[in-house]
């Protein structure tokens, strides 16, 4: 391989769906600050903390492919991020039962020897069931999604809220679109399989 690969993240969930590639590669937390900026819509968002997380990251090496990412979900125009807790996860599944919900996962790959860039925004359509608060706040105690954006893990008993996905890559609902990812490791030279 030309280039070594180093993550910049450190959800546990995003080192999964990597390693399904089979190539090595190594963990770094980027620091940035993830505050919405005024009127940025939802794809503005992820593109622009991808891009941030693959630099701040690629500012620190010499050489190596860098992959950033974020991820969030729009509900009736209103960006939801991470819930944190109970309460803001069962606030965000009230918010979408019965409704479609688009999630945006931006990703960025950077050559930090040459800093050649290339990023993109992943839609993903999640049409939620309607459901029971007794139902949510089940699923909820089960599964704890607090710390993914929309309040589940569709890899899971997520799966169990909808009646119906629409996108390309369901490794976008995770929050690394493996399927773009590929497209753009081989703009870098990587060539998969």
Known sequence: ???KLIL????????????KLGLPFEQSAPEVDETPLVNESAEQ????????????VAATRDHGLVIGSDQVCECDGIILGK????????????????????FYT????????????HAMVEPFTVHFRSLSDEALLRYLNAEQP???AGSFKSEGMGITLFKA???RDPNALIGLPLIALVALLERHGIALP
């Open 1 to 3: 391989m030309p280039e």
């Open 8 to 19: 910049a993240s450190t959800s546990r969930y995003r080192a999964a769906l990597l390693a």
């Open 45 to 56: 968002l992820v593109l622009r903390l991808a891009i941030a997380k693959a630099q701040a």
């Open 83 to 102: 819930p944190g807790n109970l309460d803001g996860a069962l606030a965000q599944l009230k918010r979408a039962q019965g409704k479609s919900v688009i």
């Open 106 to 117: 931006g990703l960025c790959v950077i050559n930090a020897r040459t800093q050649a860039r």
């Open 146 to 148: 607090f710390d993914c």
């Open 165 to 167: 996905l629409e996108g």
